[in-house]
């Protein structure tokens, strides 16, 4: 069963536990037991050392448990005892330390100057990167992205977020820091429980409590995001080597974009709207918002974190600090006035600045920048001074719940755009039941295509919800083809594409999210846009060497893209997936040994080749290797 209707499955007992019971009669008790992992009844993140639903949980293994299968129930109970026992630790020993440390009046003052304090000292060491894997970068983003978790947990706590004038002691400033190294802690450790309960792991308990990540879904979870990043990074080296070679200069504006820009990195941020959104058009609204007044508010706000750290002069080592010295401290009224003077009404700027406003809801710090101090709002320069808009406008929405249903159409609309302008007539099929996105015939061969739109997953979790949806996706495909396959249906579809002769069909799936793993479900074939457009445009990837203001771009599996187009290749394409033995080939596995913090290690994938190698900085070995992934000869 999908993930969330799973998870909402377990508010109705009876039912739940029917679910469970029927899995194990149909299938097997291994997957009744998955069942009841991803339900998420069994692990208490909140670290009570229990079950988080424990009178369910005790219910369903009592239920389940009789002299055949008691030693798999009993090994399933020690694994959801030791995870539970170390969210336990991990709450009542390291954060409890941290929280002792700390009073509440000092709590959240001091975590955000140790946040910008240590941002800071990653973002000027992130300059001239080196080696196969340089992360700085990561590094910095991660960091950001999981203070959003320590913020929540501030708040949980009834945590006082009042004053921004306080001068804190360095003592206390470092004590706050030990949340830096709980993040990570607590990142690895929601690694392992998503490990766990989505995916195939690999358990060992002899000496520690040792987690392996295996299989193809968990790979290919993290080759999928590494295709994205390299996508995402090599929009960004364009705009940078022409910011280098051929600058622009960027003036203040009340014009929205895209008919005037703030700067560079908000010109790139109206490309990605379109890789992410699946239009150009910035005038569409969303809750009376417009795209472009939300590009150009993010925008401000990077350009005003770049101004502050550009004039921050923060004097030597001294006995005590305050936020508005390391961080930028406004009233809404300042920034609604700013948002103004840049081209938003006052309305739209009242709405954005909510819209961007840390809560409940919020994630993190690059989406929901400003964080409510009393009638002051702090905002941390280092984690927003290089926001992408894009990505924080997408997932601003998706944890708001707002709804963006013009993503799959407009995306319908662009696979259709790459068949009709290389000649391949493409129809949709409207229809109450069996409505298909896109229709096309290659050398007497009918392909059906489903175009889905899937928010990009940067969690194991995400990723395993996202293969239900294609999995679903897929279902439904079948079902739609078997229906126009039937003769008097195909008489009417060959009138429509103007073709005589059908000899066979083929299904597709087209996602917009990169794809990290050969999918095939019930013979309906699953690949993403970038590939499906690509293949079409006959545009193979490049891997591009930069000497100074020259560029050389080398062409990757061109043996795909040459010559006409037609059936055979297309298909064998498809099916082959070439760039993931490459991806395969980039990807590793590291360790996160935490065994001496609370008591556990993860072996997990991890990047071996980042999107961007400095030749020049790689050791003899590291350029061998390198080498012989990509079959080049640099030396």
């Given at each position: 069963m999908e993930i969330y209707k799973l998870e909402r499955l377990t508010r109705r007992e009876e039912e739940f536990l029917k679910h469970i019971h029927d899995t194990i009669e149909n299938l097997s008790l291994k997957a009744g037991l998955d069942e009841l992992k991803k339900s998420g009844i069994c692990i208490d993140i909140r670290g009570t050392g229990k079950p988080r639903d424990n009178k369910l949980y005790k219910k369903i293994i009592d239920d389940l448990k009789n002299p055949i299968n008691q030693n798999e129930i009993e090994n399933f109970q020690k694994e959801v005892e030791h995870l539970n026992n170390l969210y336990s630790t991990f709450t009542n020993v390291f954060l409890k330390k941290v929280d002792d440390s700390l009073s509440d009046e000092l709590y959240a003052e001091a975590f955000l100057i140790a946040l910008e304090h240590e941002l800071s000292i990653l973002y000027e060491k992130k300059f001239g990167f080196g080696g196969l894997n340089d992360n700085k970068a990561d590094l910095i983003e991660n960091i950001t992205i999981f203070s959003g978790a320590v913020l929540k947990y501030m708040r949980y706590k009834k945590i006082s977020f009042n004053k921004v004038t306080s001068k804190i002691e360095r003592k206390y400033i470092n004590n706050a820091k030990h949340h830096l190294i709980g993040v990570d802690l607590k990142n690895t450790l929601d690694t392992m429980l998503e490990l766990w309960t989505y995916f195939e792991a690999e358990l060992d308990t002899t000496s520690s409590f040792c987690v392996t990540a295996k299989g193809k879904h968990a790979l290919g979870k993290n080759i999928t995001h590494m295709k994205f990043m390299d996508i995402r990074n090599a929009k960004i080296s364009r705009f940078a080597y022409e910011k280098i070679h051929y600058p622009q200069k960027y003036e203040f504006t009340g014009v929205l974009p895209?008919?005037?820009?703030?700067?560079?990195?908000?010109?790139?941020?109206?490309?990605?709207?379109?890789?992410?959104?699946?239009?150009?058009?910035?005038?569409?609204?969303?809750?009376?918002?417009?795209?472009?007044?939300?590009?150009?508010?993010?925008?401000?706000?990077?350009?005003?974190?770049?101004?502050?750290?550009e004039s921050r002069i923060l004097k030597a080592e001294r006995?005590?600090?305050?936020?508005?010295?390391?961080?930028?401290?406004?009233?809404?009224?300042?920034?609604?006035?700013?948002?103004?003077?840049?081209?938003?009404?006052?309305?739209?700027?009242?709405?954005?600045?909510?819209?961007?406003?840390?809560?409940?809801?919020?994630?993190?710090?690059?989406?929901?920048?400003?964080?409510?101090?009393?009638?002051?709002?702090?905002?941390?320069?280092?984690?927003?001074?290089?926001?992408?808009?894009?990505?924080?406008?997408?997932?601003?929405?998706?944890?708001?719940?707002?709804?963006?249903?013009?993503?799959?159409?407009?995306?319908?609309?662009?696979?259709?755009?790459?068949?009709?302008?290389?000649?391949?007539?493409?129809?949709?099929?409207?229809?109450?039941?069996?409505?298909?996105?896109?229709?096309?015939?290659?050398?007497?061969?009918?392909?059906?295509?489903?175009?889905?739109?899937?928010?990009?997953?940067?969690?194991?979790?995400?990723?395993?919800?996202?293969?239900?949806?294609?999995?679903?996706?897929?279902?439904?495909?079948?079902?739609?083809?078997?229906?126009?396959?039937?003769?008097?249906?195909?008489?009417?579809?060959?009138?429509?594409?103007?073709?005589?002769?059908?000899?066979?069909?083929?299904?597709?799936?087209?996602v917009n999210t990169s794809q990290g793993e050969k999918l095939n479900f019930n013979g309906v074939q699953v690949t993403d846009a970038t590939s499906f457009n690509g293949y079409f445009k006959r545009t193979p990837p490049r891997q591009i060497e930069i000497k100074g203001r020259n560029t050389y771009p080398r062409e990757l599996f061109s043996e795909y893209y040459k010559g006409d187009i037609n059936a055979e290749q297309f298909i064998d394409f498809l099916e082959t997936a070439p760039t993931l033995d490459l991806y395969k080939k980039r990807i590793t596995y590291q360790e996160f040994d935490e065994i001496e913090s609370i008591g556990f290690k993860l072996i997990d994938f991890y990047p071996k080749i980042n999107s961007f190698v400095n030749l020049d900085s790689l050791s003899e070995i590291e350029l061998k290797e390198f080498n012989e992934v990509y079959g080049t000869d640099f030396n």
């Open positions: 895209p008919q005037s820009f703030i700067s560079m990195e908000e010109k790139m941020a109206c490309e990605f709207i379109e890789e992410y959104f699946s239009t150009s058009d910035l005038s569409i609204k969303f809750n009376d918002i417009s795209l472009a007044e939300l590009v150009r508010a993010y925008s401000v706000v990077s350009l005003e974190c770049r101004k502050f750290l006995s005590a600090y305050t936020v508005n010295e390391f961080c930028i401290t406004r009233t809404k009224n300042k920034w609604i006035k700013k948002f103004v003077e840049h081209g938003l009404d006052k309305k739209a700027a009242n709405k954005v600045f909510d819209f961007m406003k840390f809560d409940n809801s919020s994630e993190d710090l690059i989406d929901n920048p400003f964080i409510e101090f009393g009638k002051y709002y702090v905002v941390v320069p280092t984690a927003c001074v290089e926001t992408d808009p894009s990505r924080a406008i997408m997932n601003n929405f998706t944890n708001r719940n707002i709804g963006v249903n013009l993503k799959g159409t407009m995306f319908e609309k662009e696979i259709s755009n790459s068949l009709n302008e290389v000649g391949i007539k493409c129809l949709p099929l409207r229809h109450p039941k069996y409505e298909c996105d896109a229709l096309f015939v290659i050398d007497d061969i009918l392909f059906f295509v489903e175009a889905k739109h899937l928010r990009h997953p940067v969690t194991y979790k995400e990723y395993a919800h996202n293969l239900d949806k294609i999995s679903d996706a897929c279902k439904q495909l079948d079902r739609i083809s078997a229906h126009y396959m039937l003769e008097e249906n195909l008489v009417k579809i060959k009138e429509k594409l103007n073709v005589k002769n059908i000899k066979s069909f083929y299904k597709i799936v087209v």
